[in-house]
């Protein structure tokens, strides 16, 4: 493990020594509490923490609120609120509360780091123009143009050189082994050495000499707690989103929020005792952290020794550093918290506004003050798609209405409902899908009535509640239990799409062969099969209404890895669906078909390449257990291979593709006819499934597996017309034992 926790932990040292060091500056306080936090972050939270790739130390999100609280109380007191901050941490965790933290709206908690983010570059804008930020962010703006005229400095040449060597550096990948901000900082403390630059520097001695206890806070006790709850709390909250936002970025364990909420608690309390910053999960570390190849905790433990080490052994390097170029690397840092994919994520889903009036109230009013307005509106928002509904009324090519209400139907959504069926004329026949997640009695009042009145006047209607039986459970008289009513899947999702709501080949069913079946099927007019090709566009509009709730929680897990069972190969032909025939869901099957599910010979030409690799694939980096190789009745791949080639003429792609077969129309030629009562050419199709087994086994690493019993190979043949899956021996016939009736 340390392989790769090791390298991993020294370039997150190297990012963390400068953002330290910057955070620190920006919080007016000494800069070796920057350092002493981030390696309380490496050895405290690293190892109690929640999260085994998460690295903690100062953050620039608390940055605002440790600069207010130390020029309200001083430094030694805002080292006493951080430990009370911390001890409140640890009784939060220790009551499992985590995850409220994340009830929290990330609109909001996104807006108030862009927020901080655009004060801190603000005020350090001025300080790499050669001048001094102002009280506030407004000030900062209204100062900055005339800063801009009057100061051309050496300060100003060390700030524009850091920004511009974060800038380029990514963009130099033989280079990337220094991360940006180490490399902006040695060059610009270099090149000031150089050309002797009158600037001012870094002096960590001082944070040394001047170390002392914590002390207790002196002013109104009321504006203390909220000092200390609001650390806890913002320190917490900015914990807990990285430690999610870490667990959809790499594989391993997920991460214990309420442990990590204690880890933070205890890394705070140690932090402030120490004279240290607070302490919050980072996310730019993290992710350095992940990308680095971190597979345990051991990579934040060691990063935090790494930078004690240096803090004890190497601080006087720090003496060479610019504080212009450490000015320029927090400018750098606030506008990057300003993400602008981000602003993307949350416009798709209609959490912009809340962004953008939190990021401007934090900048223009306050950071507390900008949060509460940020969680006002998320709120007032929030209340709004509670209380929204949509409905959706258009008329089918079969005469036949079809009506889409979905969201909460409350008496708020009325008016727009009522408006909408009033569009449907008396005497129609409707077809209305209820997907609705709440149904309060004035919506019933309002849409029983309708449906009364609709069915006196002539007219049809055919109810389909998609979750929960909102409408049937209020016109029976009993209350709806959202815990004990799973959601429902669409009635009849196996039918192909032209069977399903009354189309054109859905006429009055007859029975054939002891099934029911339309009784125009099969026997469409041409006009009539083409109104009956499947809209995909409307079948992705009813899977995700309807179906992707129902598998969303299983598909989040999978997201990140397939771990399929069987490599399974089947024909292309449309009449075949493999997780039908098979009762297999989503992540079971790895699939390849291709036209007469047929499996090149190992060396064979003309090759596949795509199914060498798919094969390869499944048995090498799936390691699946089974390679299923399925046919089917009347293919067409096989009546081709059957005629010698006469049923391919213009196609030449095809003509090559079934030279491929040529070994199954040899096997055919050679077998027993006798043991199957059947035509030609379905013999031929099972002969077929035998002969691919046989072609699979030419693959040494099929062969492999299968000789040391970690493959089992498996051939299968379904029957279109009687819908039986049968399983095939050897020689491509059914053994009369596994069929089931």
């Avoid at 949060?371 to 998320?378: D, H, K, R």
Wanted: hydrophobic share 50%; net charge neutral; proline share 6%.
């Amino acid at each position: 493990m340390l392989r790769h926790d090791l390298p991993a932990s020294l370039v997150v040292f190297l990012v963390a020594v400068p953002l330290s060091l910057g955070i620190a500056v920006t919080c007016g306080a000494p800069l070796i509490a920057g350092l002493i936090a981030a390696v309380i972050g490496g050895l405290v939270a690293g190892p109690l923490g929640g999260s085994v790739v998460q690295v903690s130390g100062p953050a620039a999100g608390l940055a605002l609120v440790v600069g207010e609280l130390v020029r309200t109380y001083g430094w030694r007191a805002t080292c006493m609120i951080t430990l009370a901050a911390g001890v409140l941490q640890l009784v939060l965790g220790a009551f499992k509360v985590a995850r409220t933290a994340l009830a929290v709206s990330p609109a909001v908690v996104h807006g108030m780091l862009a927020g901080v983010g655009v004060v801190i570059a603000l005020s350090q804008l001025h300080v790499v123009l050669g001048g001094q930020p102002e009280k506030s962010a407004v000030e900062n703006l209204v100062q900055l143009p005339d800063q801009i005229v009057h100061n051309h400095s050496h300060a100003v040449a060390v700030g524009v050189l850091t920004i511009t060597v974060l800038l380029l550096w990514p963009r130099l990948p033989r280079l990337n082994v220094l991360p940006a901000p180490l490399a902006a900082l040695a060059i610009a403390a270099a090149t000031a050495g150089v050309f002797g630059w009158d600037i001012a520097r870094a002096d960590l001695s001082k944070g040394f000499s001047e170390w002392a206890a914590p002390a207790m806070p002196i002013g109104d006790w009321h504006g203390i707690a909220g000092a200390v709850l609001l650390v806890a709390l913002l320190a917490g909250v900015e914990s807990l989103l990285c430690s999610v936002a870490a667990d959809r970025l790499h594989d391993g364990p997920r991460a214990d929020l309420d442990r990590e909420l204690t880890g933070q608690g205890m890394a705070n309390l140690v932090s402030g005792a120490l004279g240290g910053l607070p302490v919050a999960g980072v996310i730019v570390r993290t992710t350095t952290n992940i990308k680095a190849g971190a597979r345990s905790r051991w990579s934040t433990v060691l990063h935090g020794v790494w930078v004690l080490l240096f803090a004890v052994c190497f601080g006087w390097t720090v003496t060479l550093i610019p504080m212009e170029a450490l000015a320029a690397l927090l400018v750098f840092i606030g506008i990057r918290m300003v993400n602008l994919g981000t602003m993307r994520g949350l416009h798709g889903q209609g959490e912009l506004p809340v962004y953008i009036l939190t990021l401007g109230a934090v900048v223009v009013i306050g950071l507390a003050e900008g949060v509460l307005i940020g969680l006002g509106l998320a709120a007032l928002s929030a209340l709004r798609r509670l209380t929204r509904v949509s409905v959706q009324v258009r008329l089918e090519p079969d005469d036949r209405w079809h009506v889409v209400v979905t969201g909460s139907l409350t008496f708020v959504g009325v008016p727009r409902l009522t408006g909408n069926l009033r569009a449907i004329p008396a005497g129609a026949a409707v077809d209305l899908d209820l997907n609705v997640d709440f149904m309060d009695n004035a919506a019933f009042e309002a849409l029983h009535g309708w449906r009364l009145e609709h069915e006196r006047m002539g007219g049809t209607i055919t109810i389909d509640e998609i979750h929960d039986e909102w409408y049937t459970s209020a016109a029976g008289g009993t209350r709806v239990s959202t815990a004990k009513t799973p959601p429902r899947a669409p009635d009849r999702w196996w039918l192909p799409r032209a069977y399903r709501r009354g189309g054109p080949l859905s006429s009055i069913p007859v029975r054939h062969g002891g099934v029911w079946v339309p009784s125009r099927a099969g026997r469409s007019s041409p006009a009539e099969r083409a109104d009956a090709v499947p809209d995909l566009l409307a079948g992705a509009l009813d899977f995700q209404r309807s179906t992707a709730p129902l598998v969303q929680p299983f598909l989040n897990r999978m997201a990140r890895r397939q771990e399929p069972s069987h490599l399974f190969i089947t024909c292309a032909d449309s009449r075949v669906v493999p997780n039908l025939i098979t009762a297999s869901g989503p992540g079971d099957l790895f699939t390849v078909r291709n036209v007469g599910n047929l499996v090149p010979r190992h060396g064979a030409s003309p090759s596949d390449d795509s199914l060498v690799a798919a094969i390869e694939y499944a048995t090498t980096a799936l390691d699946v257990r089974t390679i299923t190789v399925c046919g089917h009745s009347g293919c067409g791949a096989m009546a081709a291979v059957l005629s010698a080639g006469e049923k391919t003429g213009g196609l030449p792609g095809l003509r090559r593709w079934l030279r491929h077969g040529d070994h199954t129309l040899a096997r055919y030629v050679m077998s027993d006819s006798t043991g199957e009562d059947e035509g030609p050419l379905d013999r031929l199709c099972r002969v077929n499934v035998a002969q691919q087994l046989e072609n699979l086994r030419t693959y040494p690493s099929v062969a492999h597996l299968e000789a040391s019993g970690r493959l089992q190979l498996v051939g299968l043949y379904f029957d279109i017309g009687t819908a039986r899956v049968h399983v095939l021996n050897s020689e491509g016939f059914t053994p009369v034992a596994s069929v089931r009736s």
